[in-house]
């Protein structure tokens, strides 16, 4: 079985402040694929990054990084320097490589409110 | 741009009326699912088409039904609604390629059961 775990439900910072979304995994699977999406007030699941689970080098886009750590099953997504835009509902996603049809096992999101 | 859309944006049924949920895409991509996502929750799977191979979600209620005519149409059938399924529905495709793996949401139909 799979399970995804954001502790935060929901987060409120000041604008230009960083932010850290938390993201805990439980799979059995060797192989599999971690996820972000952004889900803005408009509804729309907007896909941020994919990370497989070979793959632990951090990544940094812009004002957004993630740190993946097999050791501790984490996928945090930190935000820096925040905008009003970056108010959001974010979920953290789990896909097991043996599923067909990529099924994804969705965490309960946090929602980050962004204050100007 | 290729994308997955969605109609209508927003949707206003009476308890008991039947209505359908329209689904598009441009992506050509092979798989398609319907989500259905209650205020404050994470999206729940209802069912998925691999190509067009059904697959329902083991507690998906039979009041929901869906069809896919072709790769890139997909309809989310609602029987009989009840207040219950008022919620977001969501659509996404994704390329079956257990490389890619990542799903590409539509703008959702906002379902409201009066």
């Known amino acids: 079985a799979q399970k995804v775990t954001q502790a935060q439900t929901e987060i409120s910072v000041v604008e230009k402040e960083d932010v850290t979304l938390d993201c805990v995994y439980e799979t059995r699977d060797t192989t599999y694929y971690l996820f972000w999406y952004k889900q803005p007030p408009s509804g729309e699941l907007v896909f941020l990054i994919r990370r497989n689970s070979f793959d632990e080098q951090n990544e940094i886009s812009g004002r957004y990084s993630w740190n993946f750590q097999k050791s501790t099953s984490s996928f945090n997504f930190t935000i820096t320097a925040s905008q009003v835009v970056d108010s959001a509902v974010y979920f953290c996603a789990l896909s097991a490589s043996n599923n067909a049809g990529n099924m994804l096992t969705f965490g309960g999101g946090t929602r980050l409110m962004v204050k100007p | 741009d290729a994308m997955v859309i969605q109609n209508p944006r927003y949707q206003v049924t009476q308890f008991g009326k039947p209505v359908t949920l329209s689904c598009s895409q441009t992506?050509?991509?092979?798989?398609m699912y319907w989500y259905q996502q209650k205020s404050s929750q994470a999206p729940k799977l209802l069912f998925h088409?691999?190509?067009?191979?059904?697959?329902n979600e083991a507690d998906t209620p039979d009041n929901f039904q869906s069809r896919r005519p072709n790769t890139s149409f997909c309809f989310l059938d609602i029987r009989s609604p009840g207040l219950g399924d008022a919620a977001m529905y969501l659509c996404a495709t994704s390329s079956g390629s257990k490389i890619l793996g990542e799903q590409f949401f539509g703008p959702g139909t906002r379902l409201t059961v009066l």
């Open positions: 088409y691999y190509d067009k191979d059904f697959n």
């Open positions: 992506l050509n991509h092979n798989v």
